[in-house]
């Protein structure tokens, strides 16, 4: 057995040197080849760099299919800071209560500001239960975990960890920061561990730099607490499974504690007898916690997907392409295979040889590709607007992605390989052997082979570029929209003072000084702010009563909010249809007055006036509609473009109770970007340890928040080009092939007294067939897969009929031209050196 192995090692070792030494004598043939499979294989290992991080790829922890994701969707009161959120009470009561799993944490994501070395910096923090590390089973890779009794007592441990990025973007992988203390929120704290590399919690596609016990909320969201806040929802709950406890199991358990927990709580609720009866069938869902969770993945799983598909097509019209060119080589060394076969060769040796040699090829594209796929992605991650995203997605290449594209590889070699070694080893023995040239004639099969492959890449080239020019269109929709405010000349920039220890009267003081100061800056025409920032994604709800209004069962009577300075809507250029603009005097201590727009006025008042109306926040029928409606605003797009325009309510900010960061929107006359150094020294001026982020120019803001569109246009009409360049090489190759192999034909015909016209038009009709064919077939298909993607389209349908007519023309016109260039070359043969041609 082992000689016999030796026997097929030393075999396929000579066949890969034969097919080496074949390959390089056709340097040409070898190196289109490889180019082709280099950026369909590298395309689409990519893409998959991407789509395993974000949507398959599970968390570094121990045995993750164990975990689970709490969620409870259903009616409910209070506020919400987050998705699949539950009070920190209920997470104790679930806990307490719990007999299915060997553990729950709990945990939530914010904002901090950290100190240390008189250098301060805004950092992505979570607040973690002690039992964190615990439950996930994930180590330190420097000092110690946090343990239950580290989350015991309110305020008692002031300990952080790091994690493995932070610690080694901000201390340079100093093991002397163990045990260090910095400043969180300007409160002490005391670096206990690093996480292990790769660990950055379970939020996948955020960068958290640091870890704090939960017992610690108070200084690291020193606006809120909520501890003991029943009716406030910011934790996410995860929890590890007992090995003998299904999730099913484990679902029917936990619902039990959970409804006696909800029936509990429906004493204290405000509502009609419906709303208690829902709240109280709430039904506790287990999700699958084996991937985290992740914002990222729900905003580019179907773009992933998509760009998925349409790398896909390209590999396939790289392969028909080097199919195509294996067919004519084979067909050019059917000699060679006829004088194998004539001493003894047998068919299986001859297509194995031809099989390595299209592995060969395939693996070599398959390297290139990898160095194609690494600078794309690398590209790609660059232009996430996402800071964390472009923190822990990874561009290099590790096993999973090798493995891929090794598998890939293969597959495609043996995909493009397979045909054309099975059609060389047909050949007609007597006539191959006569034949002088070494060159016959292919068969007809390799013929209409080769025409098929041709149609096949016309048609998913047609499919790639109406799939690039919907996506193309869709974007140009949504940028030719008014978003509703100026975005020419606009700076904006954030500040948090509360992450700083500022008190409610120092950071109203602290907003009005910033504003003074940098609108008496030269070049500054106005400047206002907002404490939600606009196209960023982020909105604030509030449930309203309104004067007048009766709201109905199950309606939704939460609008948007907003709180603005004075001179916000100068500053961006939204006009005031009626009323007025809030003023200074609009103070802590002045009526509560407020602004809402168009869409807001005509949803609780109709065609009536709002001027004068008033409402309060707060459901139910206690307490007077204290807040009147001073004015009314245009509407706009504020959260994101796609969406319909949204109710939405101004407040002065100076008149809330409570407050923390704020964004500022500096109106210029000159370039904004030019302002940049200038704010940030006022800045500085007010204070040099109050971190600044999202620095930008609107238009930037903009821009950024059409991320996922712009992407999507971007590479799907780069795969459409490349695409149609691939089939416009396929049909050159098969047309120009198929001239040299009738250049006899064609100079009998012209001897005869054919005309140029005709001769132009014997092989032009033949191109016209195979791109109408493959038109024919992509044109259906289009429609069908543009119904798939419908819903990333904006302002058009599937069925665009200019989009299918440009998509249609423009291939039309390549193919054309492809078949063009060799068919004119056949009208410019010599009949004499054609008929003497062998």
Known sequence: MPNNNLLIMQILLQEI???????RKTPVFTTVAILSLALGVGANTAIFTLMDQVLLRMLPIHNPAEIVMLDAPGPSQGSTRNDNAFSYPMYTDLKNSNSVFTGMLARFATECSLSSGNQTERVQAELVSGNFFEVLGVRTALGRRFTPDDDKTPNAHPLVILTDGYWARRFGRDKSVLNRTVLVNAHPMTVIGVTAPGFYGIEIGSATDILVPMMMKAQ???????MNNRRSFWLNIFARLRPDVSATQAEAAMNVSYRQFLESEVKDLKGNARFKKRFVEKHLNLLPGLRGRSQLRKRFSTPLIVLMCMVGMVLLIACANVANLLIARAAARQKEVAIRLALGATRYQIVRQFLVESTLLSLAGGTAGLLFASWTSEALVRLLPFEGAAATLSTNPDLRVLAFTLALSVITGLLFGLAPALQSTRPNLAPTLKDE??????????????KGLVVAQVALSLLLLIGGGLFAKSLYNLKSLNPGFRTDHIMTFTIDPSLNAYKLPEILALFENLQKRIGATPEVRSVSTAYVSLM???????????????SKEDEDMNPDTNGIGTDFFTTMGIPLVAGRDFTERDGPSAPKVAIVNETMAHYFFGNANPIGRRFKFGGGEEGKLNIEIVGLAKDGKFVEYKEKNRRLIYLPYRQADNLDRMTFYVQTARDPNAMAAVLQKIIHQADPNLPVFQVKN???????????????????????LLATLLAAIGLYGVMAYAVTHRT???????????????????????????AGIGIAIGLPCAYLLGRLVESQLFGLSAKDPGILAIATASLAFVALLSGYLPAERATRVDPMVALRYE
């Open 698 to 720: 609107m238009q930037a803001q903009v821009d950024e928040s059409l991320f996922v569109e712009r992407i999507i246009a971007l590479l799907s009409a780069f795969f459409g």
């Open 536 to 550: 960023t994604g982020d909105s604030n709800r509030s449930t309203v009563k309104v004067e007048g209004y009766q």
């Open 744 to 770: 006899r034909e064609i100079g009998i015909r012209m001897a005869l007294g054919a005309e140029r016209r005709n001769v132009l038009w014997l092989v032009m009709r033949e191109v016209t067939l195979m």
């Open 220 to 226: 690291i969201t020193p606006n809120w607490d909520d």
């Open 17 to 23: 040197r034969y097919s080496l030494r074949s390959l």
């Open 437 to 450: 040239s070494g060159n016959s004639s292919a068969a007809g099969g390799q013929v209409r082979f080769r």
